[in-house]
């Protein structure tokens, strides 16, 4: 790193430094789970939830704009970031009941939901079956619909490396699918994700995790067509123009399937459009909510 770096230095700090935020570590229905609360108690609750593997710092340049309109959770889900490990596979419904359960704790009764890959695949399963606890939904390189052997593939192989040889290489490589310039993966969000995966629990975790890139697993747990179009609650569903084929792919069906969603076009980004270019998706999506 130069010295002309160091004068644009950015870091996750760098985007919460003036954000009231605090995290905590709460019980979710027996998992000890990491989370990140901003905004008011009494505003309108917003969850979110993060990508394979992921944490959520994922968020970190959302929280401040949300903060101001709504009360934000973002969350380590079961399994991933710094939250407890039960010894079990993570599919859809796991992740679910997770959410569920991190919502009683905080005694929230509804909420919208932003996620990120599995994130919306998650928050779609869970706006299925539980219509009454969402209110509105946002989803980004949206997850669910279909899969790819090969993305599933590259995903297994890549995570596993990265968990088994943590090395800063290793680590960085994933963020060059994650997202688009280099200078958006600033060097705090490989160094988090070094030492997540550098846990020593996460050796035996990350086949947990990884679960849904195996075909059967994958297959038992896609919604299907009609399933999509029985989402009533009102989406915002971003398709990312950099992003793998099979998720910008997914959001435009998704859009066209669900009977309330529209589109936003962020054809610049990657997997993480929400990070890489906060200011664009921030106005969009909370003008969305707010609407």
Not at 223 to 238: C, H, K, N, T, Y
Not at 247 to 274: C, D, F, G, I, Q
Request: with cysteine; net charge negative.
């Amino acid at each position: 790193m130069t010295l002309a770096d160091l004068d644009d230095y950015r870091s996750i700090w760098t985007e919460l430094r003036e954000v009231a935020f605090r995290q905590r570590w709460i019980d979710a229905g027996g998992v000890s789970t990491r989370v990140a609360e901003a905004g008011p108690q009494e505003a309108p609750a917003v969850l979110m939830l993060h990508g394979t593997g992921g944490h959520w710092e994922t968020f970190a340049r959302n929280l401040g704009p949300y903060s101001k309109h709504f009360r934000c959770v973002a969350i380590d889900m079961v399994g991933n970031g710094f939250s407890a490990k039960p010894d079990m596979d993570y599919e859809t419904p796991v992740y679910v009941d997770h959410a569920l359960a991190v919502m009683r704790a905080l005694d929230i009764g509804r909420a919208s939901f932003i996620g990120v890959s599995l994130g919306s695949w998650v928050a779609a399963r869970l706006a299925l079956e539980h219509p009454e606890q969402v209110d509105k939904l946002i989803f980004l390189s949206t997850s669910g619909l279909i899969a790819t052997a090969s993305n599933m593939a590259r995903i297994r192989a890549e995570r596993t490396r990265a968990v088994q040889d943590p090395n800063w290489a290793s680590i960085k490589a994933m963020f060059e699918h994650l997202i688009a310039e280099e200078h958006n993966r600033i060097p705090d969000l490989i160094a988090l994700r070094q030492a997540m995966y550098r846990q020593p629990e996460m050796l035996a975790t990350i086949d947990h995790i990884l679960i849904l890139q195996e075909p059967a697993a994958r297959d038992r747990n896609l919604l299907g067509e009609q399933q999509w179009r029985s989402i009533q609650a009102p989406a915002l569903i971003v398709a990312s123009g950099k992003d793998h084929n099979e998720y910008e792919n997914t959001s435009r069906r998704v859009a066209r399937l669900m009977p309330h969603a529209e589109l936003l076009e962020m054809p610049h980004v990657k997997h993480w459009p929400h990070f890489e270019d906060a200011e664009l998706f921030n106005e969009a999506s909370i003008r969305f909510l707010r609407s």
